[in-house]
């Protein structure tokens, strides 16, 4: 699998040496998370509200238009047939603009080193057409449509399901994605850094400074944070509360419990602190995030 995304992803690159390194981390570290599947029929001037999805967004209009809104660019209208590819963490807002829409969604994640979005290390276009995007409609559908016509599926046959759909789409996308800049730098410094970003992933929870995470890097604080802003475009302290808010978000959209159990769980002992940051992140509270978007997933009580 590693080397098939490889060549798909790169084609034949010019230098040696970081290909091998690519390599090695998809296959040891690939990671697929399904989050939700659906399909809806909206009525002209619906519109999702500006809202910060912790997913890689798939939209697809099967039938008719809507229009999406960035910060900072112009509106981008899509055409029946034609799939929106937005990755994790960019608010937005999309709003119907014909007499009727059809969409049908997915929202996934793809992570290497334990928490590193894939979609990090690559471009990939906002707006898909043609074959591509008739594609993934139809990828969308069909698991939709399997996972409701055979009742109760066992947790191995789901979970199955789920991973099939997950490397079917991701071979769809992986054509239209371009490395980023310096993309052989990153890799270099992010094998320096694989048992960090572990411990991270699995103690984001509680407290953890600067210094802690570089003596586990085996690199002064100083030398520390210069490596990891290289492999992550972030200092280690946005990088963590990332995870953290990331984390309450999946929270408040598949669950039912407290907000201020959430903000206790991803390592915000003050709830008005966890408030803060999180409307600071995702432009409204921790409340209004959870309210707008109920039409995603409707969480079981717990």
Same mark, same amino acid.
């Given at each position: 699998?590693?080397?098939?995304?490889?060549?798909?992803?790169?084609?034949?690159?010019?230098?040696?040496?970081?290909?091998?390194?690519?390599?090695?981390?998809?296959?040891?570290?690939?990671?697929?998370?399904?989050?939700?599947?659906?399909?809806?029929?909206?009525?002209?001037?619906?519109?999702?509200?500006?809202?910060?999805?912790?997913?890689?967004?798939?939209?697809?209009?099967?039938?008719?238009?809507?229009?999406?809104?960035?910060?900072?660019?112009?509106?981008?209208?899509?055409?029946?047939?034609?799939?929106?590819?937005?990755?994790?963490?960019?608010?937005?807002?999309?709003?119907?603009?014909?007499?009727?829409?059809?969409?049908?969604?997915?929202?996934?994640?793809?992570?290497?080193?334990?928490?590193?979005?894939?979609?990090?290390?690559?471009?990939?276009?906002?707006?898909?057409?043609?074959?591509?995007?008739?594609?993934?409609?139809?990828?969308?559908?069909?698991?939709?449509?399997?996972?409701? %016509?055979?009742? $109760?599926?066992?947790?191995?046959?789901?979970? /199955?399901?789920? @991973?099939?759909?997950?490397?079917? *789409?991701? =071979? #769809?996308?992986?054509?239209?994605?371009?490395?980023?800049?310096?993309?052989?730098?990153?890799?270099?410094?992010?094998?320096?850094?694989?048992?960090?970003?572990?411990?991270?992933?699995?103690?984001?929870?509680?407290?953890?400074?600067?210094?802690?995470?570089?003596?586990?890097?085996?690199? %002064?604080?100083? $030398?520390?944070?210069?490596?990891?802003?290289? /492999?992550?475009? @972030?200092?280690?302290?946005?990088? *963590?509360? =990332? #995870?953290?808010?990331?984390?309450?978000?999946?929270?408040?959209?598949?669950?039912?419990?407290?907000?201020?159990?959430?903000?206790?769980?991803?390592?915000?002992?003050?709830?008005?602190?966890?408030?803060?940051?999180?409307?600071?992140?995702?432009?409204?509270?921790?409340?209004?995030?959870?309210?707008?978007?109920?039409?995603?997933?409707?969480?079981?009580?717990?």
């Amino acid at each position: 699998m590693a080397c098939v995304l490889h060549v798909i992803l790169y084609g034949l690159p010019k230098k040696k040496e970081w290909p091998m390194l690519l390599d090695d981390i998809l296959d040891r570290s690939l990671r697929f998370e399904f989050r939700s599947v659906g399909t809806a029929s909206l009525d002209k001037g619906h519109s999702t509200g500006w809202r910060v999805v912790p997913r890689l967004m798939i939209s697809h209009a099967y039938q008719g238009r809507e229009r999406l809104f960035l910060r900072n660019a112009k509106p981008l209208l899509i055409q029946t047939g034609e799939t929106i590819l937005l990755p994790a963490g960019i608010r937005h807002r999309v709003d119907v603009v014909g007499a009727q829409e059809t969409r049908c969604w997915a929202h996934v994640n793809y992570f290497i080193l334990e928490n590193l979005d894939l979609f990090s290390l690559f471009h990939i276009p906002l707006v898909v057409d043609k074959k591509p995007s008739r594609r993934i409609g139809e990828l969308i559908r069909n698991h939709q449509a399997r996972d409701q %016509s055979s009742g $109760q599926p066992g947790v191995l046959l789901c979970i /199955a399901r789920e @991973k099939d759909f997950g490397f079917q *789409l991701l =071979e #769809i996308m992986a054509p239209l994605c371009t490395p980023k800049a310096n993309v052989d730098t990153q890799l270099k410094n992010l094998t320096r850094l694989e048992g960090v970003m572990e411990f991270m992933q699995h103690n984001f929870h509680r407290q953890i400074s600067r210094d802690e995470l570089a003596e586990k890097a085996s690199l %002064s604080p100083t $030398q520390f944070h210069k490596v990891f802003k290289t /492999a992550t475009g @972030k200092s280690p302290v946005k990088y *963590l509360e =990332e #995870i953290r808010l990331r984390h309450a978000q999946q929270l408040l959209i598949s669950t039912h419990r407290k907000i201020s159990d959430i903000a206790r769980e991803c390592g915000y002992s003050d709830p008005y602190v966890f408030s803060k940051f999180f409307k600071r992140a995702c432009g409204c509270s921790p409340l209004t995030y959870r309210n707008s978007m109920a039409d995603i997933t409707s969480p079981e009580p717990e």
